[in-house]
Structures are given as C-alpha cells and as structure tokens.
Nanobody, 120 residues
C-alpha cells in the first residue's frame, strides 16, 4: 500500500493551495482519511479528517479556511486550503485507515508528505 501526496508548494499569504493524496495497492476498504502537518522543530498535529461516509472533523487551525473532501472511487483525499498564513508553513502528511486484501484488520498508513510554504 502506498499513499502519494501532492499539491504543495510556495504561496503568498492569503493564497490558496489544493493538496491531494491517493492510496494505492492491494486495498480492500479505506475508512478514515486525514491530513496532519508538522512545522520545523514542532510535533506533527492533526489538521482535518473525513470518514468514508463524508463526515468531517477539523483542527482549530483549519476551521473556516480548509475544506477536506474525498473521492471514494479513487481512494483519494483532498484538502482545499484558502486564506493561507505564514504559520501554515509545514510538511503536510496524509493518513489513511484501511484494510487490505490480505487482512481484515484496519491499519494506518502514512504518505510521504508534501511541503507547503507560505511566504511573501
């Protein structure tokens, strides 16, 4: 199983970015998908999550500015980030809770991260 994140980059304050993360491999079912971020010298923190039924949850830093969504047919999660601030600068990681064709136990898998830099 692999999670491939993309969409990061350099953006000015007030700008927008859209992150994507696609899960691939011997997947049976994908349940919760989420985004976390980690700024330099800080711990990784929760940003947003979405269930396979579409229920969402946001961390305080994301409320009102970020929108998480997913395409179940593509095992892909997205995050639209608007009104970006310099403090949003971090590596953004996706996580998926899923089962594979070889086991019915749910495991968490992480993507490799994508850098988001907000700077003028």
């Amino acid at each position: 199983v692999q999670l491939q994140a993309s969409g990061g980059g350099l953006v000015q304050p007030g700008g927008s970015l859209r992150l994507s993360c696609a899960a691939s491999g011997n997947i049976r079912s994908v349940y919760m998908m989420a985004w976390y971020r980690q700024a330099p010298t800080k711990q990784r923190v929760f940003v947003a999550s979405i269930t396979n039924g579409g229920s969402t949850n946001y961390g305080d830093s994301a409320k009102g500015r970020f929108t998480i969504s997913r395409d179940n047919a593509k095992n892909t999660v997205y995050m639209q980030m608007n009104s970006l601030k310099p403090e949003d600068t971090a590596v953004y990681y996706c996580k998926a809770a899923l089962t594979t064709v070889t086991t019915s136990r749910v495991y968490d898998y992480w993507g490799q991260g994508t850098q988001v830099t907000v700077s003028s």
